[in-house]
């Protein structure tokens, strides 16, 4: 059979799709076939609704298959609701599946315009629904699948109504060591690479056994325990590609697109175990790969053997989620539990081994208070972790951060179902003194860090040139703020220059708005050298001395 796959990831970051990639394997591996139209506009030209009306018409699959997160939902159903007054009784059975629906599957099921929704990873569930529409049957219990009573959606809107749909409990996860190599070849993947500047991401596990509160995973897991009637540790939730398989396929990565100068392993949690991550990392060296990459781990997780073994195979960035610098908030609102000692002795002996440590933080938190922000400032300013990237906080439906955003009063419930804000500021709201600093925080990061460095190590000279720049901003209201929103990079580029001049060591927004760079990086990449090679390494500490010195010769 034939399905036609849409991803409507719209004004978002263009990209891959590891969920849809392993669908689409699973399918062609069966002998069906596979189409995706990939909706960004990044990638242009971006089909219009029509020209999708247009495909299906010639193309005539026998599924249409649309994924989405949250953010991408609205355009997802409205497509499909286009689709069907487009098309008429011709529509093929129109099926969603991915991270929003596996989360809000009712509400999604309860917009009427889609014949079944998935929930979970689906690659035994979608080969078996495809099989069975293959057959001409209109299945309704197919595992994994929420769909209508008898298996075909009623054609009356007050049918539908009646909410007559058979939710099905979820199977077992995927045997994952053994699904077939994901189908580079759906997406233009060569375009996509060469857009990433040769980043290329990869995946060796699946699973993480932690439970934040921001994140789909506690969800997912409930829902599977429940479904199965099993306990956590017989879930079989974390599984592991093994490494000689991960390795052929980096290799027909690698003779099939050209210019990847850096892997990205978006595995939730690249060291949890040990022994996968110590014979990935094996098996990446002797393998000869050479290309440098990047993994997720945890502070709690990163055995001194593992630190070792990824910079050793060409670990570069070694990814960790702080999220908030205060213990409260980290333990309280969002379950992460970690102490601030965790923080500093895993990043320091990331950094000893050769790794650019790297460090998401949240702004914006249910019941953060002032203070706390500022702890987030400290954790930073103190760990002198490799670069930062800061987020507003934002609620996904399902979650329980959801919940706490409206328990803590920051946002109504009906409100919160109109929330879209993922990066341009925060969705909730403090009251507008705390508003206003949390959009300077989350704007402006690497400048109170610079300022605040000081604090934890006497003498960074950074920490004067900022100071007056972060009294400057502290002191703007709401209008002056935003008067100088607009000019935030030019000024941090040029106070990075003449901080870069002088020598000190500091961080500057690169790459992208979000992103502060610890400068040692930047400088290294500037010219031209590898990080990796603890040779080309410029070591921070000459840095410090060298301006101490010169500010020193200057007094006298
Ligand atoms: C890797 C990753 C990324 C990568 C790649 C994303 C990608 N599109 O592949 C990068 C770094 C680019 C990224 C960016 C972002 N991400 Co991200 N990311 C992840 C991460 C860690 C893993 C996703 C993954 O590949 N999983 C493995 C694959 C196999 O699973 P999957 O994609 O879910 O697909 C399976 C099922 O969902 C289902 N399925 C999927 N599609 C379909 C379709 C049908 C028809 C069916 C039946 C089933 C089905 O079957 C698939 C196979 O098993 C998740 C956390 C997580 N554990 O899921 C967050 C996560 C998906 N990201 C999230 C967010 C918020 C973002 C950003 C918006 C962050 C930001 N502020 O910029 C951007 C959005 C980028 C974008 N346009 O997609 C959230 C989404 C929350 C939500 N409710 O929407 C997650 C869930 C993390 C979280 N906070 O909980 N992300």
Same mark, same amino acid.
């Given at each position: 059979?034939?399905?036609?796959?849409?991803?409507?990831?719209?004004?978002?970051?263009?990209?891959?799709?590891?969920?849809?990639?392993?669908?689409?394997?699973?399918?062609?591996?069966?002998?069906?076939a596979?189409?995706?139209?990939?909706?960004?506009?990044?990638?242009?030209?971006?089909?219009?609704?029509?020209?999708?009306?247009?495909?299906?018409?010639?193309?005539?699959?026998?599924?249409?298959?649309?994924s989405?997160?949250?953010?991408?939902?609205?355009?997802?159903?409205?497509?499909?609701?286009?689709?069907?007054?487009?098309?008429?009784?011709a529509?093929?059975?129109?099926?969603?599946?991915?991270?929003?629906?596996?989360?809000?599957?009712?509400?999604?099921?309860?917009?009427?315009?889609?014949?079944?929704?998935?929930?979970?990873?689906?690659?035994?569930?979608?080969?078996?629904?495809?099989?069975?529409?293959?057959?001409?049957?209109?299945?309704?219990?197919?595992?994994?699948?929420?769909?209508?009573?008898?298996?075909?959606?009623?054609?009356?809107?007050a049918?539908?109504?009646?909410?007559?749909?058979?939710?099905?409990?979820?199977?077992?996860?995927?045997?994952?060591?053994?699904?077939?190599?994901?189908?580079?070849?759906l997406?233009?993947?060569?375009?996509?690479?060469?857009?990433?500047?040769?980043?290329f991401?990869?995946?060796?596990?699946?699973?993480?056994?932690?439970?934040?509160?921001?994140c789909?995973?506690?969800?997912?897991?409930?829902?599977?325990?429940?479904?199965?009637?099993?306990?956590?540790?017989?879930?079989?939730?974390?599984?592991?590609?093994?490494?000689?398989?991960?390795?052929?396929?980096?290799?027909?990565?690698?003779?099939?697109?050209?210019?990847?100068?850096?892997?990205?392993?978006?595995?939730?949690l690249?060291?949890?175990?040990?022994?996968?991550a110590l014979?990935?990392?094996?098996?990446?060296?002797?393998?000869g790969?050479?290309?440098?990459?990047?993994?997720?781990?945890?502070?709690?997780?990163?055995?001194?053997?593992?630190?070792?073994?990824?910079?050793?195979?060409?670990?570069?960035?070694?990814?960790?989620?702080?999220?908030?610098?205060?213990?409260?908030?980290?333990?309280?609102?969002?379950?992460?539990?970690?102490?601030?000692?965790?923080?500093?002795?895993?990043?320091?002996?990331?950094?000893?081994?050769?790794?650019?440590?790297s460090?998401f933080?949240m702004?914006?938190?249910?019941?953060?208070?002032?203070?706390e922000?500022?702890?987030?400032?400290?954790?930073?300013?103190?760990?002198?972790?490799?670069?930062?990237?800061?987020?507003?906080?934002?609620?996904?439906?399902?979650?329980?951060?959801?919940?706490?955003?409206?328990?803590?009063?920051?946002?109504?419930?009906?409100?919160?179902?109109?929330?879209?804000?993922?990066?341009d500021?925060s969705?909730?709201?403090?009251?507008?003194?705390?508003?206003?600093?949390?959009?300077?925080?989350?704007?402006?990061?690497?400048?109170?860090?610079? $300022? %605040?460095? &000081? #604090?934890?190590?006497?003498?960074?000279? !950074?920490? @004067?040139?900022? +100071?007056?720049? /972060?009294?400057?901003?502290?002191?703007?209201?709401a209008?002056?703020?935003?008067?100088?929103?607009?000019?935030?990079?030019?000024?941090?580029?040029?106070?990075?220059?003449?901080?870069?001049?002088?020598?000190?060591?500091?961080?500057?927004?690169?790459?992208?708005?979000?992103?502060?760079?610890?400068s040692?990086?930047?400088?290294?990449?500037?010219?031209?050298?590898?990080?990796?090679?603890?040779? $080309? %390494?410029? &070591? #921070?500490?000459?840095?410090?001395?060298? !301006?101490? @010195?010169a500010? +020193?010769?200057? /007094?006298s």
């Amino acid at each position: 059979m034939r399905v036609l796959f849409v991803y409507p990831n719209l004004y978002t970051q263009m990209g891959f799709n590891h969920g849809l990639a392993s669908l689409s394997a699973v399918l062609k591996d069966a002998g069906h076939a596979t189409r995706l139209v990939n909706l960004n506009e990044k990638l242009p030209p971006v089909p219009t609704r029509e020209e999708v009306v247009e495909l299906v018409r010639e193309w005539a699959p026998g599924l249409v298959a649309f994924s989405c997160l949250t953010q991408q939902y609205g355009a997802a159903r409205e497509l499909a609701e286009f689709l069907r007054a487009a098309l008429g009784d011709a529509t093929p059975p129109l099926v969603v599946g991915g991270i929003h629906p596996t989360m809000v599957p009712d509400e999604v099921m309860a917009d009427g315009v889609w014949d079944h929704v998935g929930v979970g990873e689906c690659e035994d569930a979608l080969l078996a629904l495809v099989t069975r529409l293959a057959a001409g049957e209109a299945p309704d219990d197919v595992p994994n699948f929420l769909s209508w009573r008898g298996g075909t959606r009623p054609r009356e809107a007050a049918a539908r109504a009646a909410r007559e749909w058979v939710k099905n409990p979820v199977g077992a996860f995927p045997d994952y060591a053994n699904l077939p190599e994901p189908d580079y070849a759906l997406f233009d993947t060569q375009r996509i690479t060469d857009q990433k500047h040769g980043w290329f991401g990869l995946m060796s596990s699946r699973g993480c056994p932690y439970r934040c509160t921001y994140c789909l995973n506690h969800k997912i897991v409930d829902r599977y325990k429940e479904d199965l009637g099993k306990g956590v540790s017989s879930l079989g939730f974390f599984r592991f590609r093994p490494a000689d398989k991960l390795i052929a396929e980096i290799r027909r990565v690698l003779d099939t697109y050209t210019g990847i100068g850096t892997f990205i392993f978006d595995d939730d949690l690249f060291t949890q175990n040990v022994e996968h991550a110590l014979a990935i990392c094996a098996a990446y060296e002797a393998a000869g790969i050479g290309v440098p990459f990047v993994v997720n781990a945890h502070v709690k997780k990163l055995d001194p053997r593992v630190a070792e073994a990824l910079g050793r195979a060409g670990g570069r960035i070694l990814k960790l989620g702080i999220e908030s610098g205060s213990p409260r908030v980290r333990a309280r609102v969002l379950k992460r539990h970690m102490t601030d000692r965790d923080i500093d002795e895993t990043v320091a002996s990331a950094e000893a081994a050769g790794l650019h440590t790297s460090g998401f933080v949240m702004v914006g938190l249910p019941s953060e208070t002032p203070e706390e922000l500022w702890e987030t400032v400290d954790c930073l300013a103190r760990t002198r972790i490799g670069r930062f990237r800061t987020s507003f906080f934002f609620p996904f439906p399902g979650t329980e951060g959801w919940d706490l955003a409206i328990e803590h009063g920051h946002v109504g419930r009906e409100e919160i179902t109109s929330l879209t804000t993922f990066t341009d500021g925060s969705a909730l709201d403090f009251g507008p003194e705390q508003n206003l600093l949390v959009d300077k925080l989350g704007k402006a990061m690497p400048w109170f860090v610079n $300022a %605040r460095l &000081a #604090r934890f190590h006497p003498g960074a000279p !950074a920490s @004067a040139r900022y +100071a007056t720049l /972060v009294e400057r901003v502290l002191a703007m209201d709401a209008a002056a703020w935003e008067a100088f929103k607009p000019c935030l990079r030019e000024v941090d580029a040029a106070l990075s220059a003449d901080a870069t001049a002088n020598g000190e060591l500091h961080y500057a927004i690169r790459y992208n708005d979000f992103m502060g760079v610890r400068s040692d990086w930047f400088l290294a990449e500037e010219q031209g050298l590898e990080w990796t090679t603890a040779a $080309a %390494r410029p &070591a #921070r500490e000459d840095l410090e001395r060298a !301006a101490l @010195a010169a500010a +020193a010769a200057e /007094v006298s």
